[in-house]
């Protein structure tokens, strides 16, 4: 794929429905707050009461969202935001799990939405789906149901000290010009990605110019610093499914074994074929009619 200053001019070959959705262009908000200020976007789809939330994985961002949160099904208000420290939200002094989940649920309540009115589902990809589960264990009252994409549920006994951080760990890189880092964009963890045009819009929205030339939008503080819920136990109780990809490292792995034992009474699994870790990205299609089912079965129990 040709890469190019120019967005709408890499983007031709991206198929119909991906220029359809990102067309569609979602109300962006601002929201003030002490420890950094916070953006984040919606879907409005009129007076419905029922809400999907959004959140995306380690250094991503809203807008990897942007191509398919407009196929969710119609009757659902959907809301995408910038976890801290990464996207357009502000950087901050440190990062944990309880801070996540204290940003989206200020966002809720700037847009008055609460469990007493709405049926909430929090939707969330790698790390996005730890913060999904840590939120619909912390606050059962909340939520309505929980989606975790390849999201690794990791036992409480799993030793963090351990973990090998996908991250970069070097401080942020500044590039000459835009092109050059947009040709630096890779996946983490890495693999590969039929799908450029998801990849490059993705990349688009990834990077910002500052006075010493382009960077990366995300904290680089964030993979050194992130608190991770060592000794927690998820325990959510609401609907819930797990969506792994064929060819992600995670399926064939001790962590997955664990998580169809410790969850099969309450959890139903998915695989999506041909997909990796990035399922969103692999595919962008599958993943959504798998979601619109469950989102329609959950509504009707």
């Not at 953006?39 to 809400?51: A, I, M, P, S």
């Not at 890495?190 to 500052?210: F, M, T, V």
């Amino acid at each position: 794929m040709e890469i190019t200053e120019s967005l709408e001019h890499d983007l031709q070959q991206a198929p119909e429905w991906f220029h359809t959705s990102i067309a569609i262009q979602p109300r962006l908000e601002e929201l003030k707050q002490p420890l950094g200020d916070l953006k984040y976007q919606v879907w409005d789809r009129g007076e419905t009461k029922k809400v999907v939330i959004l959140i995306h994985g380690t250094g991503a961002h809203k807008k990897w969202w942007n191509p398919i949160a407009p196929l969710l099904n119609q009757d659902c208000t959907v809301i995408a935001p910038d976890l801290p420290g990464m996207g357009e939200s502000e950087h901050r002094s440190k990062y944990n799990f309880e801070g996540f989940s204290d940003s989206i649920l200020a966002i809720l309540a700037k847009e008055n939405i609460s469990s007493a009115n709405h049926k909430i589902y929090f939707v969330g990809h790698s790390l996005g789906g730890h913060v999904a589960g840590f939120m619909a264990s912390e606050l059962p009252e909340l939520a309505a149901g929980l989606i975790m994409i390849d999201a690794p549920i990791r036992p409480p006994s799993y030793d963090y000290e351990e973990h090998i951080s996908t991250g970069p760990l070097r401080k942020i890189k500044y590039y000459e010009n835009k092109t050059a880092i947009i040709k630096r964009f890779r996946l983490m963890p890495a693999q590969d990605c039929e799908n450029s045009w998801y990849l490059r819009y993705i990349a688009e929205h990834s990077i910002q110019k500052a006075d010493e030339g382009w960077r990366w939008r995300f904290d680089d503080k964030l993979f050194a610093t992130l608190q991770r819920l060592q000794g927690y136990e998820f325990n959510f109780q609401c609907p819930s499914l797990f969506i792994a990809g064929g060819n992600s490292l995670l399926l064939g792995s001790k962590i997955m074994s664990y998580i169809r034992e410790e969850f099969k009474d309450r959890m139903s699994i998915e695989v999506i074929d041909h997909a990796a870790h990035h399922i969103p990205l692999d595919d962008p299609i599958g993943l959504m009619k798998i979601i619109n089912l469950y989102l329609e079965q959950w509504s009707e129990e």
